[in-house]
Structures are given as structure tokens and as C-alpha cells.
């Protein structure tokens, strides 16, 4: 049997350990810290890395002639350092030097706690066992905690340990990234602060954020604790102790590892240093803060769960999936000024940015905290500024958000890049993928849909849906032959195509999913003026200077925009069925992995624009964002008259064409595939949990978890599976579950109420709890019922 609840490596594997790193990373989503072992330092193995949400700084290079910044999430100061040697003259803790006689690591994620056990035999035949256990506090988001238990199994004498916090760090961790500065701390101070703690502070060297950690290290042995001798010690970016205690072979002594971590961009903190100093003795035992981390993580699994009792891989995976999503976007970020980082804060991989991901997270948040999607949506709002500015330099009108967004907002895409086949630094063109925005657009919707949340449309949500949309409105052009607007000049959500052969950094013209979106957000921008209160429209009007002429022309837009097809599928962008046809079977046999196809080509002097080949999910992406009855309504209100056959027939067309290089593809095709094609989703699905921890990729997880795919996998089971939709002020279901998932249960928050659902096979029982609030209607297979709380219902197709 599987212990759903935990994920176990039981040797050491150098060769994995940084992936390893990344899936056993702990987080409170204030800050994360990857699972390297306490006693490493970085290099070719082991890569340790501190993760503050939020927390950017800029660095500046030339490459190939031209200066390029860039805006990382900073690897802070290391708080882990924590090794042992034998006595003054033994040699440190070295795991890639030493006899490994027992290893087990050991990431439970019912209690968010890393364990790893390790039993070792030194070059002079001394056996000693370690066990080291760490979290970081979900109950308190500046803290966190490492406790290691040192046994000496067949030795007595001397016991050395050095525990230090070191300020010495780099953003070193992604190769490709390695001809580019990576020094981000500066002006390290360290200091000592008692006996047993230290502290060091740091800023980064752009933006300027002091950074304070502090760390307290006592000594737990059973029968000699007053005989631990502590000797401070400091390099320039390195402070701590070494503790010495006299052990005797069988005597286990523990070394208890507190930390405090501030900042200067934190709320109710005067000075990070002072803070971190000042809560630092406040702090109880590593146990009693175990003990409310514990009790937090029980809290968040009522709310988050998901049972799944039939599949004990997916139950597993599910949880390991829902545990890195909250590391990285908890209760406490609701108070932060972050938003959702494409890899989690679990490493370095695309620099810590902002893309359209939260289009993917934003489902499983919504139904179960949603204030918490509330506030990352005010991560974009507070941007929309830098978005209106970014407009309007570009000679458009509304808000341009970024493609890859940081601290202030501003587009942090690369504008070159370097093909590691090739060693070839190329243009990047991925600034103009503006359907940024029209993600954002939708997840305001889908936020409001969920919610009913009238003042949060009225503050925020209206302004951001009226700039998208004006943004959009700008962007199409009329085209009098067509006699419909056209859209020029994209890159879809497929990264593959950032133009035509003849001009491939220019974009493609009319991407269908770029069009559609536009159309739709036109509408629900309009529609949103329309919720809100006279009052509230009445402000918005004025202070944005829309007028009715405007919403008018938006809703003449959104029936008139051109959306291309070919041999009765929809095209993904135009002229896309001209280009040539890949040869997939001899690049499959010639390179075995061809996800990165774009790589392979460039590197063959070739370039995959010329190709029918889609790196992932782009027209697809219309049909994870739409039941087929709401897309063909879209349509209709384009002016196409397009029949359901359409859908099965656009998916056989590209599925052979797609190249699956982002792990959000499998997300999409599992999600499309689920009523038509039973066999291929499983194999998505299964892709889908394995992406992280089998990395499916063959690299890219040791530098971050791919968080939309991890989220995505858990909105398969609860909203695909189910056919969950939110829409008209109502839950529409149409459960669909596969048999071999055995029960799948969860809790959903809905417009202020709490229910369960109980799905198995096409039947799904949902139940309100007893409580105040409306009934809540549920639509299924033709058959409503309108829930009060205290109630249940069951349904079946
Ligand atoms: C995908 C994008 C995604 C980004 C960050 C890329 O590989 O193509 O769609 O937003 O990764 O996850």
C-alpha cells in the first residue's frame, strides 16, 4: 500500500538530488527553502535556495553587443548551514565523501516537514547517525525551523557543530543562465546577537530591499546539555558558532535550528533587522512551533482536500501537487504584494516571473480561498499603470500587461535568448504573447463568478476588465474586405510561432484563441459596468472617461472580429495550414525527446515557424476555457455558425502536430480529451502528475516545479471531471468521473457557501453546510435544484 501522504527517496542519488531539491522544497508562501541538505553548500550536485515572494532585484549585462536586464527572485541569505565533524581534527560531514550506510528522505505532506535520515561511516571507521528534520511555519510566516539529532553510533569523545547563516549567495542555479550576472546581495553585515544567535543582513544591490535573518541554535542532550561550548566565528559573508559537546557512543544529541526572516518590504516592520532580533527569542521550541505549524496545515487540508479513494498514485501525486501550491500561494499571501510565479518559489527557473499561469491556479483557489485570489488579482491591478503606460508607448490605448511580469510590472520577457543546443543567443520575441491580458480578464470573471463579489468588481475588477478590453479594441484593425476586425502581429499561447518564415519575430496575424478571447472580454467588460451599482458606474465612467459610445463599440467589435478556419477546423492563426508539414515520426526517431522541437530546429539551422508544429495547447485552449455550449455561443455571436463537430475535429487535427514543450499542454489535452477520448486522457493525466516528479521534461524541475501544471492536475478532478461551470449565477455539473478514480470527495466554497461534493462515475451528490446564506442553484443534465445550507442533492447523468 501507498502512503498517500508521503513522498519517500530511500537512497542517495546524486544525480537526482537537485530535483529532489525542488520536490521537497517547504514553504508558508511568504518564503520557501529547497530540500538541499543542511551540511551542502552549491555546486554540480546540491543547489541550496531561499525564496522570498515577491522579492526581485535587477542585474545588467551585454551579450552579443546588446545590454540586457534582468529582473530575478532573489536567492537570499542560507539559513540551513548545519554540519558535524569528530572531534577539532575529523573532516565535516561530506555526503559525497563518505561511506552512505542508510539514507532516507522523507517529505510528509500532511505536516509540510522534510526529514531525512542518514547513517554514515568516516574514513576512520566511525559510525554516526543523523536525523534532520526542518519546516518552514505555516502558523508564523517568518519562521522557520531545522532540528538535527546526532547520534555516534561506535564512537565517543568530541562532537563538533557548525551552524551559521551565510550571506555569500548567488542566483546560480539554471546553467542556461550562467554568462549573466547573479550576485544580488550586497552590503552583507553580519553580527552577533547572544550566545547562541547571529544575524545577518543584507540588501539587494538594485532595488534596494534589506533583507534580516536571524538564527538561534541550542543544544538538546540528555545528559550533559550545560557542557555544550559555543565559539563564534565570521567570514565576510558567513557567521555562526561552533558548538562543541563531549558524546558517548548510543547518546543521541539534538541541535535545535530557529530562524526569523524580514524584510524591508514586509507590513508592520520598522527595520528587518530589528525585527528579525526581536522576534527571534520569542520564538518557543522547535516542538511547540512544530506543533502550531501542524494545526495551521490541518486547517488548510479541511479546506483544500482532495479524497480520492480508488487511485492511490493520484491521491498521492494530488497532495503533493495542492501541498507545493500552498507552500507558494498561502493564506499569508493574501497580504503580499506577489503574484503567481510560473515555478513555484522552488527555484530559479524563469527568474521567479509572472506569466499567464494564474489562469490555471486560479480555479483551485477560487472555490476554496478566495480572498486570497482577490489579492492576486490586486498584484495586476496595482500594475495597471505600468500596463496603461506600456499601451501607450506601443501606440495603443487600455492596459498592455506584460508577458512576464516581476515588481513594478513593467515587461520582463528577455529579448534575447540562448538556445543551449546550439549556444546560440537569439531574439525573443515573447513580449508580443498580449493574451497576457486577456487571461487576466478571465480570471476576474471567473473570481466574480465564484463570489458574487459586487465591491471587488466595483474597486478593482471592472477597471481591470475596461482597460483589457480597451487595450484589445485598440489592437484590431478593420479589414474592408473581410469586412470584420483582424488582429495583427501576436504570439498565441503556442511559443513556437512568434511569426511567419519571411518575418519570424514579427507574430502571426488573427491566432483564433487570441481573437475569440477578445471578442468575449469585450463583452464581459461591458457586462461588468452593468453589475455594479449606479453609483459605482457612475464613478468609473468619469474617472476612466468611458462613455456609452464606447461600450457600444466595443459590443460592435466583439460581433465583428474574424476568426480563421480551414478544412472545417479553426485555425490556429492565419495562413498556419500553408506552412510545411513536419516530418514527426524521423525528428521522434532522431532525437527520441522532441518536446523542445523549436531547440532541435534552430540548432539544424532550420526554424520551427516554417512548421505545422505547435509547442502546446493554443486553438485547444478554447475548449479548456469554454463548455462547447458557451463556446458555440461565442461563435454565434460572431456571426459563425459553427456545429459541436467542430471540437473533436480541431483536437484530432493538432493533436498530431503538437509537441507538448510546456507542461501546460498536457494539462489542456487531459482537459479536452476527458468526454471523447477516455484512453488519451489518462495518458495526459498521467503526464500531467508526472511532469514534476518523474520531470518529464529531463531538467527543468530541479530549477522550479511548474506550478499550473501541478495546479492544473488538481482542476481536472475537480472541475473537468465533474463538469463544473460557473455561469449564470449558478453551478452547472455534468460529472463524468473514471471509474478507477473509486469515490473522489471535496470542498468548494461558493458565493459564501460551504459544500461537499461526492462524485463517483456520472453520479455526484453535493451537500450545502448548515449555516445562513442563499440556496445555491445546481444545474445538472436538465434537472435544478436549489440547495439551502444544511441540505444535499444527488445527481446523475
Ligand atoms: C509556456 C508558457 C508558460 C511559461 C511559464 C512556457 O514554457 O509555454 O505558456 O506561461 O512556460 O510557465
Same mark, same amino acid.
Given at each position: 500500500?501507498?502512503?498517500?501522504?508521503?513522498?519517500?527517496?530511500?537512497?542517495?542519488?546524486?544525480?537526482?538530488?537537485?530535483?529532489?531539491?525542488?520536490?521537497?522544497?517547504?514553504?508558508?508562501?511568504?518564503?520557501?527553502?529547497?530540500?538541499?541538505?543542511?551540511?551542502?553548500?552549491?555546486?554540480?550536485?546540491?543547489?541550496?535556495?531561499?525564496?522570498?515572494?515577491?522579492?526581485?532585484?535587477?542585474?545588467?549585462?551585454?551579450?552579443?553587443?546588446? @545590454?540586457?536586464?534582468?529582473?530575478?527572485?532573489?536567492?537570499?541569505?542560507?539559513?540551513?548551514?548545519?554540519?558535524?565533524?569528530?572531534?577539532?581534527?575529523?573532516?565535516? %560531514?561530506?555526503?559525497?565523501?563518505?561511506?552512505? /550506510?542508510?539514507?532516507?528522505?522523507?517529505?510528509?505532506?500532511?505536516?509540510?516537514?522534510?526529514?531525512?535520515?542518514?547513517?554514515?561511516?568516516? $574514513?576512520?571507521?566511525?559510525?554516526?547517525?543523523?536525523?534532520?528534520?526542518?519546516?518552514?511555519?505555516?502558523?508564523?510566516?517568518?519562521?522557520?525551523?531545522?532540528?538535527?539529532?546526532?547520534?555516534?553510533?561506535?564512537?565517543?569523545?568530541?562532537?563538533?557543530?557548525?551552524?551559521?547563516?551565510?550571506?555569500?549567495?548567488?542566483?546560480?542555479?539554471?546553467?542556461?543562465?550562467?554568462?549573466?550576472?547573479?550576485?544580488?546581495?550586497?552590503?552583507?553585515?553580519?553580527? %552577533?546577537?547572544?550566545?547562541?544567535?547571529?544575524?545577518?543582513?543584507?540588501?539587494?544591490?538594485?532595488?534596494?530591499?534589506?533583507?534580516?535573518?536571524?538564527?538561534?541554535?541550542?543544544?538538546?542532550?540528555?545528559?550533559?546539555?550545560?557542557?555544550?561550548? *559555543?565559539?563564534? %566565528?565570521?567570514?565576510?559573508?558567513?557567521?555562526?558558532?561552533?558548538?562543541?559537546?563531549?558524546?558517548?557512543?548510543?547518546?543521541?544529541?539534538?541541535?535545535?535550528?530557529?530562524?526569523?526572516?524580514?524584510?524591508?518590504?514586509?507590513?508592520?516592520?520598522?527595520?528587518?533587522?530589528?525585527?528579525?532580533?526581536?522576534?527571534?527569542?520569542?520564538?518557543?521550541?522547535?516542538?511547540?512551533?512544530?506543533?502550531? !505549524?501542524?494545526?495551521?496545515?490541518?486547517?488548510?487540508? +479541511?479546506?483544500?482536500?482532495?479524497?480520492?479513494?480508488?487511485?492511490?498514485? @493520484?491521491?498521492?501525486?494530488?497532495?503533493?501537487? /495542492?501541498?507545493?501550491?500552498?507552500?507558494?500561494?498561502?493564506?499569508?499571501?493574501?497580504?503580499?504584494?506577489?503574484?503567481?510565479?510560473?515555478?513555484?518559489?522552488?527555484?530559479?527557473? *524563469?527568474?521567479?516571473?509572472?506569466?499567464?499561469?494564474?489562469?490555471?491556479?486560479?480555479?483551485?483557489?477560487?472555490?476554496?480561498?478566495?480572498?486570497?485570489?482577490?489579492?492576486?488579482?490586486?498584484?495586476?491591478?496595482?500594475? /495597471?499603470?505600468?500596463?496603461? !503606460?506600456?499601451?501607450?508607448?506601443?501606440?495603443?490605448?487600455?492596459?498592455?500587461?506584460?508577458?512576464?511580469?516581476?515588481?513594478?510590472?513593467?515587461?520582463?520577457?528577455?529579448?534575447? !535568448?540562448?538556445?543551449?543546443?546550439?549556444?546560440?543567443?537569439?531574439? &525573443?520575441?515573447?513580449?508580443?504573447?498580449?493574451?497576457?491580458?486577456?487571461?487576466?480578464?478571465?480570471?476576474?470573471?471567473?473570481?466574480?463568478?465564484?463570489?458574487?463579489? !459586487?465591491?471587488?468588481?466595483?474597486? *478593482?475588477?471592472?477597471?481591470?476588465?475596461? $482597460?483589457?478590453?480597451?487595450?484589445?479594441?485598440?489592437?484590431?484593425?478593420?479589414?474592408?474586405?473581410?469586412?470584420?476586425?483582424?488582429?495583427?502581429?501576436?504570439?498565441?499561447?503556442?511559443?513556437?510561432?512568434?511569426?511567419?518564415?519571411?518575418?519570424?519575430?514579427?507574430?502571426?496575424?488573427?491566432?483564433?484563441? #487570441?481573437?475569440?478571447?477578445?471578442?468575449?472580454?469585450?463583452?464581459?467588460?461591458?457586462?461588468? /459596468?452593468?453589475?455594479?451599482?449606479?453609483?459605482?458606474?457612475?464613478?468609473?465612467?468619469?474617472?476612466?472617461?468611458?462613455? +456609452?459610445?464606447?461600450?457600444?463599440?466595443?459590443?460592435?467589435?466583439?460581433?465583428?472580429?474574424?476568426?480563421?478556419?480551414?478544412?472545417?477546423?479553426?485555425?490556429?492563426?492565419?495562413?498556419?495550414?500553408?506552412?510545411?508539414?513536419?516530418?514527426?515520426?524521423?525528428?521522434?526517431?532522431?532525437?527520441?525527446?522532441?518536446?523542445?522541437?523549436?531547440?532541435?530546429?534552430?540548432?539544424?539551422?532550420?526554424?520551427?515557424?516554417?512548421?505545422?508544429?505547435?509547442?502546446?495547447?493554443?486553438?485547444?485552449?478554447?475548449? *479548456?476555457?469554454?463548455?462547447?455550449?458557451?463556446?458555440?455561443?461565442?461563435?454565434?455571436?460572431?456571426?459563425?455558425?459553427?456545429?459541436?463537430?467542430?471540437?473533436?475535429?480541431?483536437?484530432?487535427?493538432?493533436?498530431?502536430?503538437?509537441?507538448?514543450?510546456?507542461?501546460?499542454?498536457?494539462?489542456?489535452?487531459?482537459?479536452?480529451?476527458?468526454?471523447?477520448?477516455?484512453?488519451?486522457?489518462?495518458?495526459?493525466?498521467? &503526464?500531467?502528475?508526472?511532469?514534476?516528479?518523474?520531470?518529464?521534461?529531463?531538467?527543468? #524541475?530541479? $530549477?522550479?516545479?511548474?506550478?499550473?501544471?501541478?495546479?492544473?492536475?488538481?482542476?481536472?478532478?475537480?472541475?473537468?471531471?465533474?463538469?463544473?461551470?460557473?455561469?449564470?449565477?449558478?453551478?452547472?455539473?455534468?460529472?463524468?468521473?473514471?471509474?478507477?478514480?473509486? #469515490?473522489?470527495?471535496?470542498?468548494?466554497?461558493?458565493?459564501?457557501?460551504?459544500?461537499?461534493?461526492?462524485?463517483?462515475?456520472? @453520479?455526484?451528490?453535493?451537500?450545502?453546510?448548515?449555516?445562513?446564506?442563499?440556496?445555491?442553484?445546481?444545474?445538472?443534465?436538465?434537472?435544478?435544484?436549489?440547495?439551502?445550507?444544511?441540505?444535499?442533492?444527488?445527481?446523475?447523468?
Amino acid at each position: 500500500m501507498v502512503d498517500t501522504w508521503h513522498l519517500v527517496f530511500d537512497h542517495y542519488d546524486p544525480a537526482s538530488e537537485k530535483l529532489r531539491e525542488a520536490l521537497c522544497t517547504v514553504g508558508n508562501g511568504y518564503f520557501a527553502c529547497r530540500g538541499a541538505a543542511p551540511e551542502v553548500s552549491a555546486n554540480q550536485t546540491h543547489y541550496p535556495g531561499t525564496y522570498i515572494a515577491g522579492l526581485f532585484n535587477r542585474l545588467t549585462d551585454v551579450i552579443a553587443g546588446t @545590454t540586457i536586464s534582468n529582473e530575478s527572485l532573489v536567492n537570499i541569505t542560507n539559513w540551513l548551514p548545519l554540519n558535524f565533524r569528530a572531534g577539532e581534527s575529523g573532516r565535516w %560531514f561530506d555526503i559525497d565523501r563518505t561511506d552512505v /550506510l542508510e539514507y532516507r528522505q522523507d517529505l510528509d505532506m500532511q505536516r509540510a516537514v522534510l526529514e531525512r535520515i542518514v547513517k554514515v561511516r568516516d $574514513e576512520s571507521g566511525r559510525i554516526t547517525k543523523l536525523i534532520q528534520r526542518r519546516f518552514v511555519s505555516m502558523d508564523s510566516p517568518h519562521v522557520a525551523a531545522l532540528q538535527v539529532t546526532i547520534r555516534p553510533e561506535n564512537w565517543s569523545g568530541s562532537l563538533e557543530v557548525r551552524s551559521a547563516l551565510d550571506g555569500g549567495i548567488r542566483n546560480d542555479l539554471v546553467e542556461r543562465y550562467r554568462d549573466l550576472s547573479s550576485v544580488h546581495l550586497s552590503s552583507v553585515e553580519t553580527t %552577533f546577537l547572544t550566545h547562541d544567535s547571529v544575524l545577518i543582513e543584507a540588501q539587494t544591490s538594485e532595488s534596494r530591499i534589506r533583507i534580516a535573518v536571524a538564527s538561534r541554535t541550542q543544544v538538546r542532550h540528555d545528559h550533559n546539555a550545560e557542557s555544550a561550548e *559555543y565559539r563564534p %566565528f565570521r567570514t565576510s559573508a558567513e557567521i555562526g558558532h561552533i558548538i562543541s559537546v563531549p558524546v558517548t557512543a548510543g547518546q543521541e544529541v539534538t541541535f535545535d535550528k530557529v530562524v526569523t526572516v524580514f524584510t524591508g518590504r514586509d507590513n508592520a516592520c520598522g527595520s528587518p533587522s530589528v525585527a528579525a532580533a526581536r522576534w527571534l527569542p520569542r520564538q518557543g521550541s522547535f516542538r511547540a512551533l512544530l506543533g502550531k !505549524h501542524t494545526t495551521a496545515w490541518k486547517r488548510l487540508w +479541511e479546506q483544500f482536500g482532495i479524497d480520492v479513494d480508488g487511485d492511490e498514485r @493520484t491521491q498521492r501525486v494530488i497532495r503533493l501537487h /495542492l501541498l507545493h501550491v500552498l507552500q507558494t500561494l498561502s493564506p499569508h499571501v493574501a497580504d503580499l504584494d506577489v503574484g503567481v510565479p510560473a515555478r513555484g518559489l522552488h527555484g530559479e527557473a *524563469y527568474r521567479g516571473h509572472i506569466f499567464w499561469d494564474d489562469l490555471f491556479v486560479f480555479p483551485v483557489l477560487n472555490l476554496r480561498l478566495p480572498a486570497l485570489t482577490a489579492a492576486l488579482s490586486r498584484y495586476r491591478y496595482r500594475r /495597471l499603470p505600468e500596463a496603461r !503606460h506600456a499601451a501607450f508607448v506601443a501606440g495603443y490605448q487600455g492596459a498592455m500587461f506584460p508577458w512576464q511580469s516581476g515588481s513594478d510590472g513593467r515587461e520582463e520577457s528577455q529579448t534575447l !535568448h540562448l538556445n543551449p543546443r546550439s549556444g546560440r543567443w537569439n531574439v &525573443d520575441a515573447s513580449q508580443r504573447a498580449h493574451h497576457v491580458g486577456l487571461a487576466i480578464a478571465y480570471n476576474v470573471w471567473q473570481y466574480y463568478q465564484a463570489t458574487a463579489d !459586487h465591491e471587488f468588481l466595483a474597486d *478593482y475588477g471592472a477597471e481591470i476588465l475596461v $482597460e483589457i478590453a480597451r487595450f484589445w479594441a485598440s489592437r484590431t484593425e478593420f479589414d474592408t474586405t473581410r469586412q470584420r476586425f483582424v488582429i495583427r502581429g501576436v504570439i498565441g499561447p503556442d511559443e513556437f510561432h512568434s511569426g511567419y518564415p519571411e518575418a519570424p519575430y514579427d507574430g502571426i496575424d488573427n491566432n483564433a484563441y #487570441t481573437n475569440v478571447l477578445t471578442a468575449w472580454t469585450l463583452r464581459k467588460a461591458g457586462e461588468s /459596468l452593468s453589475l455594479i451599482s449606479a453609483q459605482s458606474r457612475a464613478e468609473l465612467f468619469a474617472a476612466l472617461h468611458i462613455d +456609452e459610445g464606447e461600450i457600444a463599440r466595443w459590443d460592435h467589435i466583439s460581433r465583428r472580429i474574424f476568426v480563421p478556419f480551414h478544412d472545417g477546423v479553426i485555425c490556429q492563426f492565419e495562413r498556419y495550414e500553408t506552412l510545411r508539414e513536419l516530418d514527426w515520426g524521423q525528428y521522434r526517431s532522431r532525437h527520441g525527446d522532441i518536446q523542445r522541437l523549436d531547440r532541435i530546429l534552430e540548432a539544424e539551422g532550420e526554424d520551427v515557424n516554417s512548421y505545422q508544429a505547435s509547442k502546446q495547447a493554443d486553438v485547444l485552449m478554447l475548449f *479548456y476555457l469554454f463548455s462547447s455550449s458557451e463556446l458555440l455561443e461565442v461563435f454565434s455571436h460572431l456571426g459563425y455558425q459553427v456545429t459541436p463537430d467542430i471540437i473533436p475535429r480541431t483536437i484530432e487535427y493538432y493533436l498530431p502536430r503538437t509537441s507538448h514543450g510546456s507542461t501546460l499542454s498536457a494539462a489542456v489535452h487531459a482537459w479536452v480529451l476527458a468526454r471523447s477520448r477516455r484512453s488519451h486522457t489518462k495518458d495526459f493525466y498521467s &503526464d500531467l502528475l508526472d511532469a514534476d516528479l518523474t520531470d518529464i521534461q529531463g531538467g527543468t #524541475t530541479s $530549477e522550479g516545479i511548474h506550478l499550473a501544471a501541478m495546479a492544473g492536475s488538481v482542476d481536472i478532478l475537480q472541475r473537468c471531471f465533474s463538469g463544473l461551470e460557473l455561469r449564470d449565477d449558478r453551478i452547472i455539473l455534468n460529472p463524468c468521473y473514471p471509474e478507477s478514480l473509486g #469515490t473522489v470527495q471535496f470542498g468548494l466554497r461558493y458565493r459564501g457557501s460551504r459544500l461537499t461534493v461526492r462524485a463517483k462515475g456520472t @453520479t455526484v451528490e453535493v451537500c450545502s453546510a448548515p449555516g445562513p446564506g442563499l440556496p445555491v442553484r445546481i444545474d445538472c443534465n436538465g434537472a435544478t435544484a436549489d440547495l439551502p445550507p444544511g441540505s444535499c442533492e444527488v445527481f446523475a447523468l
